[in-house]
């Protein structure tokens, strides 16, 4: 009970719901969450059967989209969403008042050095550490969304057509938003708290009732003669995309109650466990508590899905089957990474949204280094957590081999069935032991927990021996705090 009492001290959010949370033994910070995702999800139905572009005005729906989202941000976050207030502002001041030619450039500094400062007094300041709803979340979306905006703003304003790849010219804006579509899209209801981040373009559509005409065109040939050219919502059903993803969310929370709780991270770095247990137990140990880790995300990012889903946002167009297909902001594909037979493929299926803001903000538009300058932005909008750079850092030259190893050797595997079958096994199974080695400082965050695994768990690979003795006096120094954590 004490625990539960000093966690609610903590939270800045409403208290509303103290007495549920107590009963469950959850966080108030996460049953507070969960219940606005709740709300959201039936807002969006009502949002989109009363407030549809036939029965409301496009000034409408955005207000009561903004509204909704600021509510959600008081009530979980409390003062805190000032910060959110703040740097929004703050972003569309730069792409009203600054020079076209370097609001990108700006927005950038102004979004991730706001966004930085508050995650280093949050973690070594007031040392709230990390919950799954902390206001730093929210905070991480806005500034994807203040940047992707900036950055098609300036594509559509300052550059000239041949200097655009397709999809940037796509994607670019030609005119300022004004504030109350600014406003919108960074603190509409049905991204505010979990995202994902979406295109401007995409958003404005769906909110002025283009979002199914704009995608007409994306009828496979062979289902021309089955739909007509001009489709429209009555021939797209959401509700079956809504319902099976609230039943991943079920099946996710299920496996988060019983699995996930017995599989804690930090026995990976146990004293007792890497002491006494075998090599191959704390291996195996680590594989399926990271594993078992991935349900929370699961649940999160399908749940903010369905809530966009259910409010008509997300038609993708019409798949090779004839079905409506509702992943236009899908920020995972589970099936993808629970098999994923390289690094890349695993990146690319795991926090899609991410994926595509660092391809949109910087892979695309570094002029050289661009693998390495997108894991080190990948890391600095992650957070200060040591355990971020371990994470990021690393993973660039896994992906570098990953990348020369497949394409030296797949193409002998190609030549019959059994040969393919063996191939992906062997590179689902190294690419599980890549992960192993990577991810998991990135979920242990601290120092010296993060140098305990690699010492005992991963003592194999002898660089690491090195980074353990050498290294963690300098980082201990770095982050003294931290490394006590």
């Known amino acids: 009970m004490g625990e539960q009492a000093d966690t609610a001290f903590k939270t800045t959010g409403s208290k509303w719901l103290l007495p549920v949370s107590e009963y469950l033994g959850f966080p108030l910070d996460q049953v507070n969450f969960l219940a606005c995702q709740l709300f959201a999800l039936a807002a969006a139905f009502w949002f989109r059967l009363y407030l549809s572009p036939s029965h409301a005005n496009p000034l409408v729906r955005h207000a009561v989209a903004t509204l ?12 805190y969403s000032v910060h959110l207030l703040t740097v929004v502002v703050a972003g569309y001041l730069i792409i009203v008042k600054a020079d076209i030619n370097n609001v ?9 050095g706001y966004l930085t400062v508050c995650q280093v007094s949050r973690v070594f300041i007031f040392n709230y550490g990390i919950l799954s709803t902390d206001f730093s979340g929210p905070l991480m979306i806005v500034t994807q969304k203040i940047t992707t905006l900036a950055f098609q703003l300036h594509d559509g304003m300052c550059k000239k057509s041949e200097q655009l790849t397709p999809e940037q010219k796509h994607l670019a804006i030609n005119v300022r938003p004004s504030l109350i579509e600014y406003l919108s899209y960074n603190l509409n209801f049905l991204s505010v708290l979990v995202g994902p981040c979406t295109n401007y373009k995409d958003y404005v559509d769906f909110i002025e009732g283009r979002h199914i005409s704009q995608r007409n065109g994306l009828i496979p040939v062979h289902l021309k003669c089955v739909f007509s050219s001009r489709f429209t919502i009555d021939q797209i059903s959401l509700q079956p995309a809504v319902c099976q993803k609230l039943l991943v969310c079920c099946g996710c929370m299920l496996f988060f109650l019983i699995v996930t709780r017995s599989l804690p991270i930090k026995y990976n770095v146990d004293p007792d466990f890497v002491n006494h247990a075998a090599f191959l137990t704390r291996l195996t140990y680590a594989f399926f508590s990271i594993q078992a880790a991935r349900p929370k995300f699961y649940f999160a990012w399908t749940l903010a899905d369905a809530v966009n889903n259910a409010a008509g946002f997300g038609f993708k167009g019409i798949d090779e089957n004839g079905k409506p297909s509702w992943d236009l902001i899908c920020n995972l594909n589970i099936l993808g990474i629970e098999t994923a037979t390289s690094f890349k493929t695993f990146i690319d299926n795991w926090n899609i949204r991410t994926g595509i803001w660092l391809k949109t903000v910087c892979y695309d538009r570094a002029p050289k280094h661009r ?12 957070g200060v957590y040591p355990g971020y750079y371990f994470t990021f850092i690393t993973a660039i030259p896994i992906t570098m081999a990953a990348r020369a190893i497949r394409k030296s050797i797949r193409h002998y595997f190609l030549g019959s069935k059994g040969l393919k079958m063996g191939y992906d096994i062997l590179t689902w199974a190294a690419t599980q032991l890549a992960i192993c080695y990577t991810v998991m400082p990135f979920l242990l965050l601290a120092v ?38």
């Open 68 to 79: 909704l989202g600021i509510a959600f941000l008081i009530f979980c976050f409390g003062w």
């Open 448 to 485: 010296e927990p993060t140098l305990v695994y690699y010492r005992y768990v991963l003592s194999y690979f002898k660089h690491v021996e090195l980074l353990s003795n050498r290294g963690l006096t300098f980082f201990t120094v770095l982050y003294p705090r931290c490394a006590a954590l």
């Open 371 to 382: 693998l390495a300058l997108t894991f080190i932005l990948s890391a600095l909008w992650h």
């Open 104 to 112: 990108h450039s700006y927005s950038m500094v102004t979004a991730m």
